[in-house]
């Protein structure tokens, strides 16, 4: 599954992006890309342990670790469900693979 949501403005800071693959070195490393852009994050592993070294240094209201399948109907609704209770919105989702081709630098 790729899905790509991006209800751009002006300023990418402060937007909320999703994660996919965070638990591989290019899901972390986009992680803490788009933290230090501005931008609060929500990142998807599969194991909840796989997600720690994102959120160090973090700030709470700016990024959350999520584990489950996003391939899985089901859990991906609860992801985002959860991604909105904590953040308001979603503006973006990609999957770290992906993110050279959708995300802006």
């Known amino acids: 599954m790729t899905v790509v949501m991006n209800h751009g ?5 402060g937007n909320v992006v999703i994660v996919l693959d965070g638990d591989t070195e290019a899901g972390q490393s ?3 890309r788009l933290l230090a852009e501005g931008r609060r994050v929500a990142v998807v592993v ?3 342990a796989d997600g720690v070294a994102v959120l160090h240094g973090q700030s709470y209201d ?15 609704s609860r992801v985002t469900e959860r991604v ?3 953040f308001g919105r979603i503006d973006t989702v990609v999957r770290a693979q992906d993110a050279a081709l959708r995300l802006p630098a």
């Open 9 to 13: 403005t002006a300023s990418s800071a």
């Open 30 to 32: 986009l992680a803490r």
């Open 46 to 48: 599969r194991h909840a």
């Open 62 to 76: 700016r990024v959350m670790v999520i584990a489950a399948d996003a391939d899985d109907r089901a859990q991906w």
């Open 84 to 86: 909105r209770d904590r």
